[in-house]
């Protein structure tokens, strides 16, 4: 028994191990299992391309915010943004093309850097002048900072900024050609003519629920029972307990700092002799203290 627990314990050991000093894409690789972590449109995405776009999308967290501390619900937009761009690369940019729209290269340009740029980048911080207005200048002084960056955190965050103005640029064309081609036929036409052109009056009053009195609406039990089996998820209640207790407090008649003095039988005293005993019994004081504290059980499934 103990060999088989020494080496059931060396095993869970050395998989810890395993697990913090190989890279993750390759334990799945040996243990077999599959590497993609999802399917768009037919095609697979696998962990390391989706870990990869993770990583680029937590370093333009970073040099956006100015941190790295990621809470949860920042971790969760950075996973969503990440396969975002994979849906945006396998379905939505090739449908778009195949419909004909197109981004050219010198429209990226004027997008991005030019006198009437994408709000994306028309409104970023990084591209404000002094009076806090756009300005063209700035990019291209942040272009310039990009080639002089050796981390090249600057360059991600500028490839990043074209990659979302080039496919938001695609999404614009792609709503404009559907709004172009809504028709509305003659029915549909005349109807909203005719919709246009009629008129009415009207004359009401309203009577409203608390005007009337009790004594004149009458409720069967058989609407009160009906209404009850139709809406019985409204009057479900958890269950639960109250408990009444009493605590009784017992506190000695006398402190057990003081002892009662033993009289002595060789030295004679000189004070008064004791009084007698009263005929009142001494008891222990008991004060009653009573509350009542509801108590909710966990209902069992």
Same mark, same amino acid.
């Given at each position: 028994?103990?060999?088989?627990?020494? =080496?059931?314990?060396?095993?869970?050991?050395?998989?810890?191990?395993?697990?913090?000093?190989?890279?993750?894409?390759?334990?799945?690789?040996?243990?077999?299992?599959?590497?993609?972590?999802?399917?768009?449109?037919?095609?697979?995405?696998?962990?390391?391309?989706?870990?990869?776009?993770?990583?680029?999308?937590?370093? =333009?967290? @970073?040099?956006?915010?100015?941190?790295?501390?990621?809470? @949860?619900?920042?971790?969760?937009?950075?996973?969503?943004?990440?396969?975002?761009?994979?849906?945006?690369?396998?379905?939505?940019?090739?449908?778009?093309?195949?419909?004909?729209?197109?981004?050219?290269?010198?429209?990226?340009?004027?997008?991005?850097?030019?006198?009437?740029?994408?709000?994306?980048?028309?409104?970023?911080?990084?591209?404000?002048?002094?009076?806090? @207005?756009?300005?063209?200048?700035?990019?291209?002084?942040?272009?310039?900072?990009?080639?002089?960056?050796?981390?090249?955190?600057?360059?991600?965050?500028?490839?990043?900024?074209?990659?979302?103005?080039?496919?938001?640029?695609?999404?614009?064309?792609?709503?404009?050609?559907?709004?172009?081609?809504?028709?509305?036929?003659?029915?549909?036409?005349?109807?909203?003519?005719?919709?246009?052109?009629?008129?009415?009056?009207?004359?009401?009053?309203?009577?409203?629920?608390?005007?009337?009195?009790?004594?004149?609406?009458?409720?069967?039990?058989?609407?009160?029972?009906?209404?009850?089996?139709?809406?019985?998820?409204?009057?479900?209640?958890?269950?639960?307990?109250?408990?009444?207790?009493?605590?009784?407090?017992?506190?000695?008649?006398?402190?057990?700092?003081?002892?009662?003095?033993?009289?002595?039988?060789?030295?004679?005293?000189?004070?008064?002799?004791?009084?007698?005993?009263?005929?009142?019994?001494?008891?222990?004081?008991?004060?009653?203290?009573?509350?009542?504290?509801?108590?909710?059980?966990?209902?069992?499934?």
């Amino acid at each position: 028994m103990r060999e088989k627990f020494g =080496i059931a314990i060396s095993i869970i050991i050395a998989l810890s191990l395993l697990y913090f000093i190989a890279p993750v894409n390759d334990l799945m690789t040996l243990f077999g299992r599959p590497q993609n972590v999802g399917e768009i449109d037919g095609k697979g995405v696998s962990y390391v391309d989706f870990q990869e776009q993770v990583d680029k999308y937590t370093t =333009i967290n @970073e040099i956006i915010t100015g941190s790295s501390v990621q809470n @949860e619900q920042a971790q969760t937009q950075i996973r969503d943004a990440a396969w975002q761009e994979f849906i945006d690369n396998y379905m939505f940019i090739k449908n778009a093309k195949a419909a004909g729209i197109k981004v050219g290269n010198q429209e990226l340009v004027n997008l991005t850097s030019g006198s009437n740029p994408a709000p994306m980048i028309a409104q970023n911080n990084v591209f404000a002048n002094e009076k806090g @207005e756009y300005d063209p200048a700035m990019v291209s002084n942040f272009v310039q900072q990009m080639k002089d960056d050796e981390t090249g955190r600057l360059r991600t965050y500028w490839n990043y900024l074209q990659s979302s103005v080039y496919n938001q640029q695609f999404y614009s064309k792609y709503g404009a050609l559907f709004a172009a081609s809504t028709m509305d036929n003659k029915l549909q036409l005349d109807e909203a003519v005719a919709e246009t052109n009629r008129s009415a009056n009207v004359d009401y009053v309203v009577y409203g629920y608390p005007f009337a009195k009790d004594t004149a609406i009458t409720v069967s039990s058989k609407e009160i029972n009906d209404y009850y089996n139709a809406h019985k998820d409204f009057f479900k209640q958890d269950a639960s307990r109250d408990v009444e207790y009493v605590v009784f407090e017992v506190v000695p008649s006398r402190p057990a700092s003081s002892p009662p003095s033993m009289p002595s039988s060789t030295t004679p005293s000189s004070e008064a002799p004791p009084s007698p005993p009263s005929s009142r019994r001494a008891t222990p004081s008991m004060q009653p203290a009573c509350s009542r504290t509801p108590w909710s059980p966990t209902p069992h499934s």
